[in-house]
């Protein structure tokens, strides 16, 4: 029992960790009233970055390059979000549709940049991902040192910090509010004198930064090179892990650690004694029919921010 | 108003493919490339002669089904994201109904589409009910689907289907949608028949929503849900049929894939993107269905003919991925777009 979740637990992390970031940049685009079905393209953008970042200065940087690596993704992943927020905040265009179209232009463009800088169609293997560490004492412990501090990915305790972060800014300080406020009557926000625009850019740029971010992880963690194939749903599965953590920063870690166990089972269940014998398509799926089930409100109802996925027109009722 | 409402919906479409030509010149530009010579090898590609037309023509095909997909279901307001796995649910079925069943073409043939048709539609009424009955966003639940779809359909060729391989036996001749007349006439290209079931399909889509009494019911639930249930309308049926027709739609497209260009079906690592693609074409037809037919040919040509930009530009094919996502981008904004041709006009005044 304690081997296998000793051997169960740092694999949910390293799964989990990108998803539990890119559902981040989900919830703070969402409770501001924009949907965000980009998080995917946002995933790609921040792989792409991640890679490139790091297999251009990885001589420069050393041993530093992964983080450096995902700093940049992260920015990158905020700047590229802009034309999400021009298009659905001051353009008044359909969201979904503006996400499609992100999730289209940063698969073309990482692909079309690859091909001319590397020549082909996917990247070298990186020679600075992310190692696993053990952290020094704590790893120590009796029973939880083992489980949690020992064999992990740093960047596992960083998406989790984060998310509790995530939490404090959402619902403990007048920013968090005057986002929230935005995403469930923006009319009432504005004639309090909240700046609706101005917010929800922010709120789709941070979903941009932490969709780098998280896709930038992905890549370094996971992967270690870029191609068409690099992201393949993770940004999806992302954003069903907002709706089935009902657009709560901790709802949301908490539905992608379970989203990440479901993949990891699809990876370890060979060596567990009572999934053996479950077909590994169950499990690759279960993340998608529970978010339906979730979302027809047989686990609780899960009711969108008011005003999700509407444009806010001033003077308009 | 109207007349103005016309002249939007013609000009909007072109001007959003003529930035988006634009800014894939400048893209070219700057990545060194020579934007004259990729779009030449652009045209030749997808014109070129008879061999790559005949593949342009095979490409629109699916394109005008999933576009249609996209297009009828928001007629009633709903986005079908669903039409990618729609049209995988599709393909397995039709092949699946190619591979085990024998008796004789004219049989067979019609069966195996259907099969398709009525797959995609099962596959569209989840979301529809789901939406119909509990009010449930219908484009998270097809966007799972879509996964559902993918995962479900790679188990199946693998376990079901084959022992553990990775690709289907060929279908029975007598499922076969190919024609050798029209392989001949383009120097045997994949061409099939299915483009004639695609342009049907449209015709079908304009007479249903133009002359029928379902088609006005489906479009007054679109325009207002309240309303059309004052009015005595059923709503919830119309959203579930609705759904259920788009996801035909868009099955057809799976078949026309399964028993027309490939006759197998293999396991796929990602989507095919017909159902997204699909979304480009509704959105820049203008949901209706001549639009749809233009714009499939479009993008059908975009993609046949960015396969020849390699080779003899040096421009890689994923050009045209960028070219279609900022062509729904414009689209999309056509707010700015209306506003700046007001403008235009305030000013010649």
């Known amino acids: 029992m304690f081997d296998t979740l000793q051997s169960i637990i740092p694999t949910v992390l390293f799964y989990s960790a990108p998803l539990i970031l890119t559902a981040l940049g989900g919830v703070f685009s969402e ?107 704590l790893s120590e412990i009796p029973i939880i040192g083992p489980l949690f501090f020992k064999g992990i990915y740093l960047t596992s305790y960083v998406a989790i910090i984060l998310a509790f972060v995530s939490w404090f800014v959402l619902y403990k300080t007048p920013f968090g509010l005057r986002l929230r406020a935005v995403g469930e009557h923006p009319m009432a926000a504005d004639t309090n004198g909240i700046k609706v625009a101005h917010m929800r850019y922010i709120a789709v740029i941070l979903s941009g930064a932490f969709g780098g971010l998280g896709g930038g992880v992905f890549a370094l963690t996971i992967v270690s090179n870029f191609s068409g194939s690099t992201i393949v749903g993770q940004g999806f599965i992302a954003l069903a892990a907002v709706i089935f953590g009902k657009w709560h920063p901790l709802g949301a870690m908490g539905a992608a650690l379970f ?59 | ?131 119909a009955k509990l009010g449930v966003h219908e484009v998270i639940v097809t966007i799972m689907m879509n996964y559902i779809a993918l995962y479900s359909t790679n188990e199946i060729i693998r376990s079901v289907l084959t022992d553990q391989q990775t690709t289907t036996d060929t279908i029975a001749e007598t499922a076969s949608l190919a024609s050798p007349w029209l392989q001949s006439l383009t120097f045997y290209s994949r061409v099939h028949y299915g483009v004639f079931i695609a342009l049907l399909a449209a015709v079908i889509m304009w007479f249903l929503v133009e002359r029928t009494t379902y088609g006005y019911e489906l479009k007054a639930v679109g325009f207002n849900r309240h309303a059309s249930n004052y009015a005595g309308m059923n709503v919830g049926k119309n959203i579930i049929l609705s759904m259920v027709i788009a996801g035909a739609f868009a099955g057809l497209a799976g078949a026309m894939e399964g028993l027309g260009t490939y006759g197998n079906m293999s396991v796929m690592s990602g989507f095919t993107n017909l159902g997204f693609d699909g979304i480009a074409v509704a959105l820049l037809g203008g949901n209706n269905a001549l639009g749809i037919v233009l714009a499939a040919i479009l993008f059908g040509a975009l993609k046949e003919g960015a396969g020849e930009m390699p080779t003899a530009a040096g421009v890689p094919t994923e050009l045209v991925d960028i070219i279609i996502a900022l062509i729904i981008f414009f689209v999309a904004s056509s707010y700015i777009i209306r506003w700046a041709i007001l403008r235009f006009k305030k000013e010649e005044k």
């Open chain 1, 31 to 137: 409770k501001s009233g924009v949907v965000n079905i980009g998080l995917e393209g946002l995933m790609v953008i921040g792989a792409f970055t991640g890679i490139v970042f790091n297999l251009t200065f990885a001589d420069v940087f050393g041993t530093w390059t992964p983080w450096v690596s995902i700093v940049a993704a992260t920015v990158i992943g905020a700047i590229f979000s802009i034309i999400h927020a021009v298009a659905s905040v001051t353009f008044h265009a359909n969201q979904v549709v503006s996400g499609v179209a992100i999730n289209m232009l940063a698969v073309g463009i990482g692909v079309y940049l690859t091909k001319e800088w590397y020549d082909k169609g996917q990247t070298d293997m990186v020679a600075q991902p992310f190692y696993t560490t053990s952290i020094p004492i």
């Open chain 1, 259 to 317: 989203f990440g166990l479901a993949q990891s089972l699809s990876v370890v269940s060979a060596g567990i004694p009572l999934l053996e014998n479950v077909p590994q398509v169950f499990l690759l799926i279960a993340p998608y029919v529970l978010t339906i089930i979730a979302l027809a409100g047989f686990i609780g109802r899960a009711d969108a921010p008011r005003a999700n996925g509407v444009p806010y027109i001033k003077g308009s009722r």
């Open chain 2, 1 to 131: 108003m109207t007349s103005n409402n016309k002249l939007f919906g013609i000009l909007v479409p072109i001007i959003s493919v003529l930035l988006g030509l634009i800014v894939g010149a400048l893209i070219m530009l700057s990545s060194g490339n020579n934007p004259l010579e990729g779009y030449v090898a652009l045209w030749n590609g997808a014109f070129g002669d008879a061999y790559t037309l005949g593949e342009t023509i095979r490409r629109t095909t699916p394109l005008i089904l999933t576009g249609l997909a996209v297009a009828f279901a928001f007629k009633t307001g709903l986005f079908n994201i669903g039409a990618e796995g729609q049209v995988i649910v599709g393909w397995i079925t039709a092949v699946w109904v190619g591979l085990v069943i024998d008796a004789p073409m004219i049989i067979h043939l019609p069966l195996a589409i259907l099969a398709g048709a009525i797959a995609g539609g099962l596959w569209g009424f989840l979301p529809g009910l789901l939406k």
